[in-house]
């Protein structure tokens, strides 16, 4: 059983184009994240939900709306895409304030082009 | 605010030689610290974590760091390198009002020559 699980893995889309990634945990979690990778490697936060409420919303632009339906999914929604938007995103998840148990998916690559 | 410097953005070294990546972090608060190795085109998979209990850290496949508070150090070594553990590894910082929010280091790409 796959822990925190993302689709699709890989996401070729054109500019201007509207696209979601959703993600799912099966570890009881009631804290998720999204984190973008970008091509130089370099990982950062974007958005931290707890029970289904927003705690942490760095500087991305609102072109980017997370979702949480509920506590065991955090969707990932992404308005009028550009080139820059190209990287790896990472959804996590984790119990409470803690971090040791911090769960990391395996990553959707999102290609615009 | 907190952050993290890896000092070296690529290491290179002989199978069978020790690996050693730097690591330095800063941080207002006791920090909690963490090693992830990243393997080309792969997820995020957790080395090792440093939970306050013990400055010496052991982690998996043979790595294991030091946290050195007066060097503000958390540097990440393993006596033998294997051809598989050529990847891409991160160390990472987090606690105080950052609260779960982990802050990456730059990462350092780990070469392993034959």
């Known amino acids: 059983d796959t822990a925190v699980s993302q689709t699709p893995k890989y996401l070729v889309t054109q500019m201007g184009n509207d696209k979601s990634i959703k993600c799912e945990q099966n570890l009881g979690h009631d804290t998720m994240y999204w984190y973008k990778q970008d091509s130089k490697k370099f990982l950062k936060i974007m958005f931290s939900y707890n029970n289904k409420e927003l705690i942490i919303n760095e500087t991305v632009p609102n072109r980017f709306s997370p979702k949480s339906p509920d506590k065991a999914h955090l969707n990932l929604h992404i308005n009028s895409l550009e080139l820059g938007d190209s990287a790896v995103y990472f959804c996590?998840?984790?119990?409470?304030?803690?971090?040791?148990?911090?769960?990391f998916g395996s990553g959707t690559r999102l290609t615009v082009v | 605010a907190q952050s993290v410097t890896q000092l070296d953005s690529h290491v290179s070294v002989s199978e069978g030689t020790p690996v050693l990546l730097r690591c330095n972090y800063s941080s207002s608060y006791s920090p909690s610290l963490f090693w992830y190795v990243q393997h080309p085109n792969k997820g995020l998979q957790l080395l090792l974590k440093?939970?306050?209990?013990?400055?010496l850290v052991k982690g998996i496949n043979g790595f294991e760091a030091e946290f050195k508070k007066s060097e503000t150090s958390f540097h990440l070594t393993k006596p033998s390198a294997h051809m598989s553990d050529a990847a891409e590894y991160f160390c990472v910082v987090s606690g105080g009002n950052a609260g779960n929010m982990l802050t990456f280091g730059g990462g350092t790409r780990l070469m392993v020559k034959p």
């Open positions: 440093y939970t306050s209990a013990a400055t």
């Open positions: 996590a998840s984790s119990q409470g304030t803690g971090v040791w148990d911090y769960t």
